[in-house]
């Protein structure tokens, strides 16, 4: 079974400060060999103003900044005090939404108290409001981009939103105690005032914008106005049904007359609690019955209202049920996908072990997939990513025995093309006999490596931190002669053969430092099953080229790493203790390409010494 989960890990960077600092300054190097300056920490775009950003057109010109074109007078919408004044106008907008119904139907209108003088205040704020609108830049629909022409902007808001604006804007209930004197102000003035609901626009836009705000919890914004609609809705209904029974010639035959019979000498609070009540029974579908319409009017009134609750309902329920779905979603796939596991197991019959590496990848996957790393990984530009898997893995990388003395452009293109696996325990990485197609390095965990000759399991050695395996059979290139298995949760850095090999060839000097580090390494490798195969053609002596040298690498026909080790500076004509040349080997074994190799480099040797 393959991995599992590709990401890379943000939340495990196990570095020291000093490795940190020679990475940081590498990457300075790079940038200064490229061509390019690091830039500096104010030019950095800030993640809480990305919804500030204005993109501009497909091959328009850097000298044209799109960010700061609005100039003078003109006021960008984008700019933060423009924005603070929005949320502070957004807050007047819910308090004249609830205040208005409010003073229509519990104070009568009346002039001369608290609530009137404040609502001529909250009315010179949005008069103030509309002359600043003459001055915001707005975006563009076609072309999304700010206009900031004073006069295209007057244009614009005289056309579309100017007229509603002033309607809403107009003190009615203080024109109407200055025309008639009556601190009561008439009904139809009073209807002219609910004009002011014509700014909940502005509590719409504010939560479209803070829903793409990274610093807020989406869930918790969501929640936030499906309360504020719901609450406005039950409040206006409340009102309005207290209007209508306050304002029937029968009082005794109105919904709360019924209840209360003196309801006007109640407190202000107790009438509006019963309408609060009323009115979210209604809206629930509730109905006790023990406050209901008594007159034609209030009948209308609820049928309309009942009807108006089904669409209000739906909404609600509608948005809390995908919140609730979404959240639970993952899990739901997650338990769905076990079971789907466990029956497969069941109906196919297959082992314990076999059932427990599967629900330990499900596991594995799943918790992977909640960082979201391979999703974020793949939206962004591969010089980012490039960077994100030199700053996680370079340390490893450049402490592995076989990338000692490694020169940095070598390491970073390997670091390039690795890509980080999360592995379960007891999880087969690299199966006997298996095409040596990959190499891996530990960045976490332990990998077991395990002798599975004749179906029997003997542990031969455990890898850990910084350990590489799997390059034996990749540098050789022949079949994997051990099995290799996690014993604990382990995250591995995976490179194609192919891509080793690649970069070994790029520089000469990093490939010879690279074989070396391998010959050095497994100098006693023959005390594992693959050193004993290598030395089947004889006993080698223990020279300056060890146990592996090129007597052992030609009997096993390995022509591309018999070549290395020629271009690495081994001497082709050492022999063993029957004084059987690397030659003669390959010859007698019938290795036709690496006798091809050997004869090739003696002719370049002996055409150089001619020369000279």
């Not at 609820?302 to 609730?324: D, K, Q, R, W």
């Not at 390491?411 to 197609?437: C, F, G, H, Q, T």
């Not at 960045?443 to 542990?459: A, F, H, Q, Y």
Request: glycine share 6%.
């Amino acid at each position: 079974m393959e991995m599992k989960n590709h990401g890379f890990d943000f939340y495990s960077i196990s570095s020291n400060s000093k490795e940190e600092g020679k990475i940081e300054k590498g990457h300075d190097q790079e940038n200064d060999a490229s061509g390019h300056s690091n830039s500096s920490s104010s030019s950095s775009v800030d993640p809480k103003s990305l919804s500030k950003l204005i993109i501009p057109p497909l091959g328009a010109s850097d000298s044209y900044n799109y960010q700061n074109v609005c100039k003078g007078r003109i006021i960008s919408p984008m700019s933060s005090r423009y924005r603070c004044w929005e949320t502070v106008m957004v807050i007047l907008v819910a308090y004249s939404a609830w205040i208005c119904p409010f003073e229509i139907a519990f104070l009568g209108g009346e002039t001369g108290t608290p609530l009137f003088l404040t609502d001529n205040i909250v009315d010179m704020f949005f008069a103030v409001d509309i002359v600043l609108t003459f001055f915001v830049a707005y975006i563009d629909p076609t072309t999304q981009l700010p206009v900031c022409d004073s006069t295209k902007i007057a244009t614009r808001y005289l056309s579309t939103w100017f007229l509603m604006d002033v309607a809403s804007t107009i003190p009615f209930d203080t024109i109407s105690f200055l025309i008639t004197g009556d601190r009561r102000i008439c009904l139809s003035y009073s209807a002219l005032g609910l004009l002011r609901f014509w700014r909940l626009r502005r509590v719409k836009r504010f939560f479209t914008r803070i829903e793409k705000d990274i610093r807020f919890s989406y869930f918790w914004i969501r929640c936030a106005r499906l309360l504020f609609v719901t609450l406005l809705l039950v409040h206006c209904a409340a009102c309005a049904a207290y209007m209508l029974a306050d304002r029937y010639p029968n009082q005794g035959n109105t919904w709360i007359g019924s209840t209360i019979p003196d309801f006007k000498q109640t407190s202000l609070w107790v009438r509006y609690i019963a309408s609060l009540y009323w009115s979210i029974t209604t809206m629930t579908t509730v109905g006790y019955g023990d406050i209901h319409a008594e007159n034609t009017i209030e009948m209308a009134f609820i049928s309309c209202y009942m009807l108006f609750n089904l669409g209000l309902t739906a909404y609600i329920i509608g948005n809390m049920t995908n919140l609730v779905v979404e959240g639970t979603r993952r899990t739901m796939e997650f338990r769905n996908s076990i079971e789907a596991a466990s029956s497969f197991v069941s109906r196919n019959r297959l082992p314990v072990r076999l059932k427990e590496q599967i629900v330990a990848y499900m596991c594995l996957r799943f918790k992977a997939e909640s960082l979201n790393q391979q999703q974020l990984i793949e939206q962004l530009p591969k010089t980012i990513c490039k960077s994100i898997q030199q700053h996680l893995f370079f340390p490893t990388v450049e402490n592995v025995y076989l990338f000692k003395g490694v020169s940095r452009e070598t390491l970073l293109l390997l670091v390039s093309n690795m890509k980080a696996e999360y592995i379960p325990p007891r999880e087969d990485v690299i199966i006997r006999n298996e095409a040596p197609d990959d190499v891996y390095i530990i960045v976490s965990g332990e990998v077991e490596m395990i002798d599975s000759e004749m179906e029997r399991e003997n542990l031969v050695r455990i890898f850990k931190c910084e350990d590489m395996f799997g390059e034996v059979g990749a540098l050789c290139s022949q079949p994997q002669s051990f099995t290799y298995r996690t014993k604990t949760l382990s995250q591995l850095l995976r490179l194609k053969t192919s891509l080793l090999i690649e970069a070994m060839r790029t520089r000469q000097e990093d490939n010879t430092t690279i074989i070396k580090n391998f010959l050095q390494y497994h100098k006693n490798l023959k005390d594992i099953r693959l050193g004993e195969a290598f030395l089947e053609g004889g006993e080698v002596e223990d020279d300056s080229n060890m146990s592996i040298n090129l007597l052992t690498v030609s009997g096993t026909g390995n022509a591309n790493f018999l070549d290395e080790l020629l271009k690495a500076g081994l001497d082709p004509d050492v022999g063993d203790s029957q004084g059987r040349t690397p030659l003669h080997i390959a010859a007698s074994r019938g290795h036709e390409q690496c006798v091809v190799v050997l004869l090739k480099h003696a002719c370049s040797l002996h055409l150089k010494d001619s020369t000279f």
